[in-house]
């Protein structure tokens, strides 16, 4: 089946231009080609890598998010960004987020949904994020009760395994997104690791964040070659120079974008996804930085 993927805003006589790719990351009213959820599986289009539509995580603009949010959509479709991804409802129905972000022209790359949400409440989740047209579940965050110990992350794969046998029955994916706490070890193994050892491969992905591989002392390049296809989604996110570590707008950092773009060829990403926590700058503006920089690296 042939799905549409939204591409970069081309603004040629004020309209968008959009291409033909078979892809589960699409336009929220667009049939879904469920080839693409597997977790362990590429499809031909995502070993393509540099056409990877690029998004931002919301949370890069929650300041400017909080006193006007569907303007806030509007300037990042006008940066030039081909869809968004969310962490949580922002207070609005799936249907009434779902036009506001489809009648931009953007595509919904992800939400994310935190542990207790899933645990407690996964079936109102799942109707939820059917409602808006989001295929990815990505949890964000583990509580730090739940990371002491190696048995800790095996539980905890354990009930992601679970949840994403769920995703998969409503036609979705799942995936967990990393911090840097991730790679304390344990049993001379990083929590990381024991987690992707213990969860089902085809029901559990990777949202690799690589600001936070490269803070917990891995590099990023060859973490997104370790996990290979498990890698689902990537958080593009730079680290200045110097002992702050501070967060940077993608390509005004130390990571090395190159060998980066080269290693997702081995992962089943489906969207490239702009997130910068902290900005100096106003954080559009760091949001269209990052996104000019991936755009003279080749990306679109």
């Known amino acids: 089946m042939s799905c549409i993927r939204i591409g970069r805003k081309h603004r040629q006589q004020g309209e968008f231009r959009i291409r033909p790719v078979l892809s589960c990351f699409i336009r929220c009213d667009v049939a879904i080609d469920d080839r693409a959820l597997r977790v362990g ?52 129905s799936a249907q009434e987020l779902r036009t506001m972000i489809g009648d931009l022209g953007l595509g919904i790359a992800g939400n994310h949904v935190g542990i207790e949400g899933l645990e407690t409440d996964l079936e109102a989740a799942l109707d939820y994020n059917e409602a808006l047209g989001n295929r990815v579940i990505v949890c964000p965050y583990m509580p730090e009760d739940r990371r002491r110990t190696g048995d800790d992350w095996r539980k905890a794969a354990d009930l992601f395994t679970e949840v994403g046998a769920r995703c998969r029955d409503r036609g979705m994916s799942f995936a967990y997104h990393n911090h840097s706490f991730e790679f304390a070890r344990f049993e001379g193994k990083t929590g990381l690791d024991i987690l992707f050892d213990t969860a089902d491969p085809e029901l559990v992905g990777s949202e690799l964040d690589l600001y936070w591989v490269l803070h917990g002392g891995e590099d990023p390049a060859s973490y997104l070659r370790k996990l290979g296809s498990r890698v689902v989604l990537v958080h593009l996110k730079d680290m200045a120079a110097g002992e702050e570590r501070a967060f940077a707008e993608v390509g005004e950092g130390i990571i090395d974008w190159p060998a980066v773009f080269e290693a997702c060829e081995a992962t089943s990403a489906g969207w490239y996804i702009v997130e910068q926590d902290i900005c100096a700058r106003p954080s559009l503006d760091s949001a269209a930085i990052s996104l000019r920089n991936l755009l003279a690296m080749g990306l679109s």
């Not at 499809?43 to 995580?57: D, G, N, V």
């Not at 949370?59 to 479709?77: N, P, Q, S, W």
């Open 41 to 92: 599986n590429k499809t031909e289009s995502e070993r393509i890598m540099k056409t990877a539509p690029i998004a931002l995580q919301l949370y890069t603009v929650r300041d400017v998010l909080a006193d006007d949010f569907a303007g806030t959509l509007k300037k990042i479709a006008d940066i030039g960004y081909a869809g968004v991804e969310l962490a949580g409802s922002a207070g609005y």
